[in-house]
């Protein structure tokens, strides 16, 4: 039996015998350095990379912290979609099913697209943790179904998603109505300015823990670029679809309009996609994930909500129909291959509008690999920016000859000709006396 390094956290022995189960052995860099604050009961802001653990860096010490002997709500965990509510929940249950009789741990799942009232029926016993979206969460507590009164963790999963989902103002609701003493713990990819009121009202000096990614994308990533060149993009989805063979592959657009779009243009041509974006309906949303963890697709599409929200494993190609508007999203949707260890493929369709953003990720240490269709496949073509890369710093032979060599004062036809001729000449020389 290998033994686990999560013993430094001393945590219950339910825990330990579940992470034993699950195969954790190692806590990550986020882990390691977030669950000893939560423990302290103090508030903090995370920030880190997708696939880095952040989930289990505060599940772990909030379970550890949870009181089974009173019958009351002690945590909140909020989450900007239904899917990643549930995934936090489903990651409760495989540690709390470990725990027995009187040690119990009852969480309850509140999200739209289930019934409210049902929900509200189980509520004659308060779960230890309530996970769910804000919106119903604060459903909940304004139905005075929910009393999160008693509550004094809340933990906001993906702010910065729940803040441009509107989710805010739920959050803030929520927590107005817990302890004075409240500690939260917040993880968002990036901090807005428009986030910053909302923390500063609930957090007084919390700990801030930023895990610098180690590189921008995991580095089992190889990342195509594929000019557009006014060509029909679905056609060039749908012949990446084919050339690539996939085991799994996300295309992602920008709008909700052209996700559905493609999907529909996609079917004409014989390919059977998903489509993941915000306006299916609850019951058609559980039932493309289920299909998709089942297998019965090898295409999805969808948007930048899917990027964040949603763990789909398994993906061995993502395919940016065009650049996310905010390039932090380029991230997280290439994030959604080469996970666990495995290696994935990114390809982006760009069009000549896309080179500052395509300079600007350069920048942040994505390397492109310039490549094209070609007769049923994908072949490597001349870099975009060759043109710049061939003008060289002029050596001391070019400096040389512009000095000697003077513009006439009276122009004469062919003088350009000339001019070039004796600069040559010159060159020549000098470096035939350096070889010497």
Known sequence: MIETKFRIFQFKPFIYEALQKIGFYEPTEI?????????????????????????????????????????????????????????????????????????????????????????????????????????????????????????????????????????????????????????????????????KPFLRKYMENPRHIHIEPRQLAAENIIHYLIPARNRDKTELVYELFSVLNPYLAVCFTNTKKKAAELVDELAVKGIKAAAIHGDLPPRQRRKTMKQVRDLEFQYIVATDLAARGIDIEGVSHVINYELPADLDFYVHRVGRTARAGASGIAVTIYERSDEDALNRLEKRGITFVHADLKNGELVEIEDRNRRKKRKKDPDESDILARTIVKKPKKIKPGYKKKLKKEMEMIKRRSRRLKRK
């Open 31 to 195: 882990q390691e350095q977030f669950i000893p604050v939560v423990l302290k009961r103090e508030s903090a802001v995370g920030q880190s990379q997708t696939g880095t653990g952040k989930t289990h860096a505060y599940i772990l010490p909030i379970l550890d912290l949870i009181n089974p002997a009173k019958q009351q709500v002690q945590a909140v965990i909020t989450a900007p979609t239904r899917e990643l509510a549930g995934q936090i929940y489903e990651e409760i249950l495989k540690i709390t099913e470990f725990c027995q009789g009187d040690e119990k741990i009852i969480t309850q799942l509140f999200i739209g697209g289930t019934d409210k009232q049902r929900a509200m029926e189980k509520l004659k016993r308060q779960p230890h943790i309530a996970v769910g979206t804000p919106g119903r969460i604060h459903d909940m507590v304004r139905e005075q179904a929910l009393f999160v009164h008693t509550a004094d963790i809340l933990v906001v999963d993906e702010a910065d998603l729940a803040l441009d989902m509107g989710y805010i103002e739920d959050i803030d609701q929520v927590a107005a109505r817990m302890p004075e003493k409240l500690q939260m713990l917040v993880f968002s990819a990036t901090i807005p300015e428009k986030l």
